[in-house]
Structure formats: C-alpha cells, structure tokens
C-alpha cells in the first residue's frame, strides 16, 4: 500500500457505498486500485497523463472520475457516509460553520466548450453544470470560489461553487438547503444545525430571516454600518442583533475545513476546465475527510 492510499478499515467504509456491476460487461472491476489512483492525483495534482502506472491505465481513472462526478456518484457516497456517522453519533450538529476560500484556477482550467456536456454514456446533463464554469476573473486572474458548510468536527457538510468575484453573504442560503443527511431507519433526512456561526459578511436581514424562520440560533456579528444604520433609525431600527463572543470562537473550525481541504494540491489550485468534474473533485476531497478516523 503506497502512501496516501486507503487502508483496509477505509476501504470496508467506503465499498458499501460505491456502484456495484450491473448487467453484463463488468464495467466497474478494480474500484480500489481506480480510486487510489484519483485520490493520488487529488492529493499531488499531478496531470492525469503522469499517473503512475501501479493505478493501472489513466483514462480509466479519468473516465470513472469523470463519469461518476457527472451521474452524482460522488455526491451519493458522501451522503452515505454522512448518514452512518449520524447513525453513530459522530457529527456534531451543536455548531455548523459557513464560510468561503477562494482558489486560484491554473490556465489550463480555461478554454472549456461553450457546449453543454452530457453525463458519458447517457443523454441527460451533469447535475453540477454551469455555464459559467464557476471560473470568475479578478484581480488575481482566474479565480473559483468554494462555499463550505462544516460541523463540529471539522468535516465538511455541503459544498458549493461559484465563480471567484460572487460576495458570500447571498450564497449562505444556497450552501444552507444543500445540508442533507439521510437518516439510515427513514424518514426526512436532518437539514437543520443548532447553532450557525459566520464572520460579518454573512450579516444582512435576508439571512437573519432566513434563520429566524428555520430555529436555527446564529451567531454573526453585526457590520459597524448596519450598527450605524439601526442606530439612526432609532426605535424603527429595532433591536440589536445577539452575539455570544464564547459561541464565535467556534468559528474557527469552519476555517480548519477549508485548510484540511486545501491541504489536497487539485483542489487548492484548480486544474479542471469542467464545473462539474471540478466539484467532483472537491467532493472526493471531502470523502476522504470522511473516512479518516
């Protein structure tokens, strides 16, 4: 077993979970030796052409990377990941983090068609496609932006993509409804923290409502002009925000995510042209958060 690859209690947590063959052919063979090899160009970021040959042939660890990022696949595995750790009590739903980090994109994640992919094999779209391709230009040159909700733990939740120069305060709402962890026994699956915990550029009446509306305690500062701004109002500005200093400290675990997820050099710099083979990207990067110990 090389470095980086999953050990065998890794592997029992993780096969569960993954596609099994379906009708003749047997597509699927060699899960484990096909997913080391994408782990190992997800943590190195080497291009796909230079994978070693121990992960066999490297369009078949593209392809099924590819493939299964398009048809959701990677989406699925987390989720069941998710819902066991929930079964056994391992999430921490006291206090979810929101936060965003922006990645800087390599030039060779421009230039993708202007053509709407397909998923392979199949006529339908990818679930993740945007048009944009979440690739935003700023100063910095071509950026993409990683929206994360993460529990106590330190374990990413829901993930969303953006283009670099897009605010973070309108996109807590979206990263918010992606928060869904299936319940093993049935029934709804859980959506809904104890506690949010923000920095300021989450402060607006919008998600304040939002929260109000959903029970979900939070804990954002509020913006010196919007402090200003009730102030002026006087009894019309209504009353001020609660903040508890002790709860904000919590915040720091959001930031330790994304650092977890940046330690992986093909998510920290963006080399793929597709939003969606992206996001499968950053979502595999997760699952392996989340087969850790």
């Given at each position: 077993m090389g470095r980086g690859d999953l050990c065998d209690a890794e592997w029992v947590r993780l096969e569960r979970h993954l596609p099994g063959n379906t009708g003749r052919g047997g597509r699927w063979k060699c899960h484990r030796k096909v997913i080391n090899g994408i782990l190992f160009r997800l943590r190195t970021g080497i291009p796909w052409r230079d994978l070693p040959t121990r992960f066999g042939k490297w369009q078949t660890a593209y392809g099924r990377h590819r493939r299964w990022s398009a048809d959701g696949t990677w989406e699925r595995v987390l989720q069941g990941l998710q819902a066991v750790a929930d079964a056994e009590g391992r999430i921490d739903w006291s206090m979810v983090g929101v936060d965003s980090t922006v990645l800087r994109a390599h030039q060779h994640a421009a230039g993708a068609r202007k053509r709407v992919p397909k998923v392979p094999g199949k006529r339908s779209r990818p679930a993740w496609h945007r048009l944009d391709e979440a690739l935003g230009r700023s100063r910095?040159?071509?950026?993409?932006?990683?929206?994360?909700?993460?529990?106590?733990?330190?374990?990413?939740?829901a993930l969303l993509l953006t283009p670099g120069q897009w605010g973070d305060g309108p996109q807590m709402i979206p990263v918010l409804d992606r928060i869904r962890v299936p319940r093993p026994g049935g029934g709804r699956p859980r959506t809904r923290p104890g506690c949010l915990s923000a920095d300021k550029a989450y402060s607006s009446r919008r998600n304040r409502r939002y929260l109000r509306r959903r029970q979900i305690r939070h804990v954002i500062p509020e913006r010196r002009d919007q402090r200003a701004h009730r102030r002026r109002r006087g009894s019309a500005g209504g009353r001020p925000t609660g903040f508890n200093r002790d709860q904000y400290a919590r915040r720091n675990e959001v930031e330790r995510t994304m650092n977890a997820l940046k330690g992986f050099r093909a998510v920290a710099t963006r080399f793929d042209k597709r939003a969606y083979v992206f996001q499968g990207t950053v979502t595999l990067a997760a699952i392996r958060l989340w087969l850790r110990p």
């Open positions: 910095g040159g071509l950026t993409t932006k990683l929206h994360l909700a993460s529990e106590g733990g330190c374990r990413p939740l």
